[in-house]
């Protein structure tokens, strides 16, 4: 089965810093890439997602991610991190074609000083 | 409802307890899928349900976990004899369906504390 990792458990950072948070996954086939994102006391939500085609994609609120097949890598980011983007940040994967069963990393949690 | 509706919220049962988790998933959506979440952890996969088909229960831990959705709508999580293990948040998510499930609308979860 397709698993994700997440390097880092928690990320300060400053307003107005970049943000770069890493997600590597481990399948050998082809895989749909997705990133959540949990506001305190808020549900999970789509924040992107990449399929096919261009590897940056583009997602809500400025964050971006670059999926890199020779890495099996998915990493998000974001040039300049607001205070609201305090959250928690989910990699997760989907087998192409048996999408029925989204894999989840461990999270990130992104805390941003004002 | 506007979107996925799940309760309790908040769920304290004893060692021994049976405890039943309710999912309203959003109207029309015919994929559900069950996630428990583990303090510090991401959610790990339980179960997934196309209508009133269970497809894939490959996640449930054990034999006292148990999912149903019998008409296709409302989905409940039980499950017996619950164990300190099982405390987490239960979280449930669904999607309009196949062939792309790719968008997973959460609910709040059921936060499941057992004493």
């Known amino acids: 089965a397709q698993s994700v990792s997440q390097h880092n458990h928690h990320v300060i950072l400053s307003e107005a810093a970049s943000l770069e948070l890493g997600c590597n996954y481990s399948?050998?086939?082809?895989?749909?890439l997705f990133w959540y994102v949990q506001y305190p006391g808020q549900h999970l939500q789509l924040l992107l997602k990449y399929f096919s085609g261009d590897p940056l994609v583009k997602g809500i609120k400025g964050f971006e991610a670059e999926f890199i097949k020779s890495k099996f890598s998915f990493n998000l980011r974001k040039p300049s991190v607001q205070w609201s983007d305090t959250a928690e940040y989910f990699c997760a994967v989907t087998r192409l074609y048996n999408n029925n069963d989204m894999r989840f990393g461990a999270g990130t949690r992104l805390t941003v000083k004002p | 409802g506007a979107g996925v509706s799940q309760s309790p919220r908040y769920k304290v049962a004893k060692r021994g307890q049976d405890v039943a988790l309710r999912c309203d998933p959003i109207s029309g959506h015919v994929s559900l899928f069950w996630y428990q979440q583990a303090l510090g952890q991401g959610p790990e996969f339980l179960t997934y349900?196309?209508?009133?088909?269970?497809?894939?229960k490959s996640g449930l831990p054990s034999d006292r976990f148990f999912a149903e959705r019998p008409e296709g709508s409302v989905s409940t999580l039980k499950i017996q004899r619950t164990q300190q293990e099982d405390s987490a948040v239960y979280l449930c998510?669904?999607?309009?369906?196949?062939?792309?499930?790719?968008?997973?609308?959460f609910g709040s979860g059921t936060q499941l504390s057992v004493l």
């Open positions: 349900f196309q209508n009133e088909a269970q497809l894939d």
């Open positions: 399948y050998g086939g082809t895989v749909n």
């Open positions: 998510a669904s999607s309009p369906g196949p062939p792309t499930n790719e968008k997973l609308f």
